[in-house]
């Protein structure tokens, strides 16, 4: 996944109440979009907000833009994985809505990707040389008649989960002891993603000067035109911008690379790749939404949505599907918050509005940074998350 952020570049107006209200945020699939202010209605979002960003969505990804041969090449072989270098070509459809549409701003939340060739180096200097670690894995747990045995059966085998299983650990350990200075090494993987960054260290500096919080993701070969692998790979929301912290996602998300539950999807999926040697890309994005604890004002509360370009469930041709929800967009990643259903085709919109009692926030838990559920105030309850 990756996001765009677009901003209506014009007055404030005022509310029914005479206040002036500031913009709101309303993610739209791998969107995130600065609206107009929260009208007392309830809607959130204006339908030809909505409108402009698909019709702009299609043409650009249509147009010679999206080169597949491009975006494989930064993916898999210059190794940033396909989240992103989806965000280089979200760059670049950000650029082309900012020349047809001057009345909005598109941008991209800053990034920065750490590619697999330097989480493999990495690594190594903490002691798991992960390509002789996997060969013996493999020797051991799934020679070739045990791979064949799994894809016949669709399963893992038990000997393999737990080989799987030391390794997730071995990961995890080598990032929570990094040293001070590990992201400074890591500092030169940002060359042919952000031309004007020095690294990861100007990058969390930046994030620091800006009061940033994080996002830490996986961006792995999932997000291909053959290959999905939905919540099969971990990424970590509201990380404070410090290396401990920062370390300590960067081993969760790689460790989730190898865990059960990812090989298992892929498994299923046919991916005749998963005994080859685990692809390890990070990206590093600044996370869009409300402050720790939750907006006080309901014209502060984002709308996470996630873009369906189309409706496949019913076969119906011309139909896009958006499915939204208040709050982090993780709530509808893995449907657990209430989620708004919209059907798009043309000028027609069907929605299925859902009460949304609650929804997830950036909080503190126990001393640890993470996501919490967070009741909605009666006056979004029934409200629509985007508007029709």
């Not at 539950?261 to 790749?273: E, H, P, Y």
């Amino acid at each position: 996944m990756c996001n765009l952020l677009l901003e209506t570049i014009k007055t404030t107006p005022k509310n029914e109440q005479g206040s002036s209200n500031p913009p709101k945020d309303t993610f739209l699939g791998d969107l995130e979009v600065i609206s107009e202010p929260w009208p007392a209605s309830g809607q959130v979002l204006a339908s030809r907000l909505v409108r402009l960003l698909l019709l702009s969505l299609f043409s650009s990804l249509s147009a010679s833009i999206f080169n597949t041969d491009h975006l494989k090449n930064q993916a898999e072989i210059a190794g940033f994985g396909y989240k992103t270098a989806n965000l280089l070509v979200l760059k670049e459809l950000a650029y082309t809505i900012n020349k047809a549409v001057p009345t909005h701003l598109v941008t991209v939340p800053d990034f920065i990707g750490l590619p697999n060739e330097s989480m493999q180096q990495f690594l190594k200097t903490q002691g798991l040389d992960l390509p002789t670690q996997w060969q013996i894995i493999i020797a051991s747990a799934a020679g070739p008649l045990q791979q064949k045995k799994m894809y016949k059966n669709k399963q893992l085998s038990t000997k393999f989960r737990q080989e799987l299983e030391t390794l997730q650990k071995r990961i995890t350990q080598a990032c929570e002891q990094a040293s001070a200075n590990t992201l400074a090494n890591l500092s030169g993987s940002r060359i042919g993603v952000r031309d004007d960054s020095n690294g990861a260290v100007d990058f969390l500096k930046t994030a620091v000067q800006s009061n940033w919080q994080l996002m830490v993701r996986s961006t792995g070969k999932e997000d291909s035109e053959t290959l999905a692998n939905a919540g099969g790979n971990v990424s970590v929301a509201n990380v404070p911008p410090r290396d401990t912290y920062v370390m300590r996602a960067i081993g969760e998300v790689l460790a989730s690379y190898v865990s059960t539950k990812s090989m298992q999807q892929r498994l299923q999926a046919g991916d005749t790749t998963i005994f080859d040697t685990p692809f390890l890309p990070v990206l590093i994005q600044r996370m869009i939404g409300e402050p720790i604890g939750g907006a006080k004002d309901a014209a502060h509360i984002p709308t996470g949505c996630v873009l369906y370009t189309r409706e496949t469930d019913g076969f119906t041709p011309g139909v896009a599907l958006v499915q939204a929800t208040f709050g982090h967009n993780e709530g509808v990643v893995q449907s657990s918050m209430p989620i708004d259903t919209f059907y798009l085709c043309r000028n027609i919109t069907y929605a299925s509005i859902k009460i949304k009692t609650k929804r997830l926030v950036p909080g503190i838990e126990k001393q640890l940074y993470t996501i919490l559920e967070q009741p909605n105030t009666e006056d979004i309850v029934a409200a629509p998350s985007l508007s029709q």
